[in-house]
Nanobody, 123 residues
Framework: QVQLVESGGGLVQAGGSLRLSCAASGRTWLTHSMGWFRQAPGKEREFVAAIDYNGGTTHFADSVKGRFSISRDYANMVYLEIDSLLPEDTAVYYC?????????????????WGQGTQVTVSS
């Protein structure tokens, strides 16, 4: 089992930038692909970005392409960089781990989840 803890959320003005961090622990996490999802008030949780187990391949939701980037290091961290923030980016952002090691966009592929970090974008 992989344990995940997100941080880095906060209140930001539209147009600003933010970096979310996800600290992973557990001896198998390096073989997992990692994803970020978000859930806005009153909406379902949605896929945002994913990175495969060796960091060589990434995938983004169409709504965030060009503004979001995802990366990982081999200490224990996964990052989501968000530029040009929009009010519609306001959501709780969740980090998740997928034991397959490859990229998936559906929630059911991810077996471990963090508690989430709130991002609020003011207009």
């Amino acid at each position: 089992q992989v344990q995940l803890v997100e941080s880095g959320g906060g209140l930001v003005q539209a147009g600003g930038s933010l970096r979310l961090s996800c600290a992973a622990s557990g001896r198998t996490w390096l073989t997992h692909s990692m994803g970020w999802f978000r859930q806005a008030p009153g909406k379902e949780r949605e896929f945002v970005a994913a990175i495969d187990y060796n960091g060589g391949t990434t995938h983004f939701a169409d709504s965030v392409k060009g503004r979001f980037s995802i990366s990982r290091d081999y200490a224990n961290m996964v990052y989501l960089e968000i530029d040009s923030l929009l009010p519609e980016d306001t959501a709780v952002y969740y980090c998740a781990a997928d034991p397959s090691g490859v990229l998936h966009t559906e929630m059911r592929s991810y077996s471990s989840w963090g508690q989430g970090t709130q991002v609020t974008v003011s207009s």
